[in-house]
């Protein structure tokens, strides 16, 4: 069997644009937080995000193959308070799309400590 790789630069909605349907293994993303790296890509404010994610996020399900992976990276954050809610808007979203939400991972990375 052969394995095959390819990395594209570019913006991830036209890149994807030119794959065919069905022919992706594994997309792993870890897009911008809502409101995080302003200065880097304009930062997505909360009430924004799932409108900006969902056109990527159907491209990568065309592409995707019926048994291929997808592993998304993000996380909440906390508005005067509270937890915002536009991670679980973007998962109910993505469902209504046609993906199916199976897992969830949570990782804690301790900060290390100099003496």
Same mark, same amino acid.
């Given at each position: 069997m052969e394995i095959k790789h390819e990395l594209f630069l570019g913006d991830c909605e036209e890149e994807l644009k030119k794959l065919p349907d069905n022919s992706v293994d594994l997309i792993f993303t870890s897009p911008p937080y809502a409101d995080q790296r302003k200065n880097t890509y304009g930062g997505i404010h909360p009430d924004n995000y799932v409108e900006w994610f969902l056109?990527?996020? @159907?491209?990568? /399900?065309r592409v995707l193959k019926p048994t291929g992976t997808f592993v998304l990276?993000?996380?909440?954050?906390?508005?005067?308070?509270?937890?915002?809610?536009?991670?679980? @808007?973007?998962? /109910?979203?993505?469902?209504k799309q046609g993906w199916l939400w199976t897992e969830e991972f949570i990782w804690h990375k301790k900060k290390l400590l100099s003496w």
């Open positions: 056109p990527k996020s @159907e491209q990568m /399900l990276n993000i996380k909440e954050k906390v508005v005067n308070g509270e937890r915002s809610t536009y991670v679980l @808007e973007l998962i /109910l979203s993505m469902r």
